[in-house]
């Protein structure tokens, strides 16, 4: 006969299949299909410019401060008649110098900091990629049906990777 009654509608080897072929796309297949759209929406470039612009945000303002030597302001309003007044200001001068010396060495610290943590941009980016791509149902339905349904996430993808880079997760993982 054509059609059997005793015979299912979809066979086992079918069923079987069918799974098989959305847990490939969810687990190995969409991840990096994410990945790839993510690259395609220049998301690396893009992130890395957000987290820097956000740790420069955290550095302290700098106020300006003239690098005016006192022994030159001493010499400019007295002449030749500063010399017994240096003299006698040298302990506070060096007190000065040491003062400017650290306020130099903590600005070369905070620009080092800076720089490691620049550095570490890219892991955090990594990070708002790998989150998105542990939602695997609508990464697997964008990866089995070859991108032709589209899920909310993939619509919004750039949204929905800075929500992701700026989650405790990926914040904490990387120092933030």
């Known amino acids: 006969m054509l059609f059997d009654q005793n015979t299912p509608l ?20 969409g991840p990096e299909i994410l ?12 992130c890395q410019r957000m987290v820097i612009a956000e740790l420069r945000s955290t550095q302290p303002t700098q106020s300006f401060q003239p690098n005016l030597d006192y022994r030159d302001v001493m010499r400019g309003v007295f002449g030749r008649d500063a010399g017994p007044l240096l003299r006698m200001m040298e302990p506070l001068g060096q ?10 060495k903590a600005q070369q610290m905070n620009e080092e900091r800076l720089r ?6 890219g892991s955090r980016c990594g990070c708002a990629v790998a989150m998105l791509s ?8 964008y990866a089995a049906s070859g ?4 899920p909310a996430m993939f619509k919004n993808l750039t949204s929905e990777l800075k929500s992701a880079l700026h989650s405790p997760r990926c914040q904490i993982t990387f120092g933030q």
């Open 134 to 141: 542990e939602k695997r149902v609508p990464v697997g339905l």
């Open 35 to 46: 990945a790839r759209e993510a690259k395609k929406a220049q998301w690396p470039a893009q």
């Open 95 to 104: 007190l000065a110098d040491q003062a400017q010396a650290h306020r130099r």
């Open 147 to 150: 991108r032709f349904i589209q």
């Open 10 to 29: 979809l066979g086992g080897g079918l069923a079987l299949s069918v799974i098989a072929y959305g847990l490939f796309s969810a687990f190995v297949s």
């Open 116 to 121: 490691q943590k620049a550095q570490a941009a």
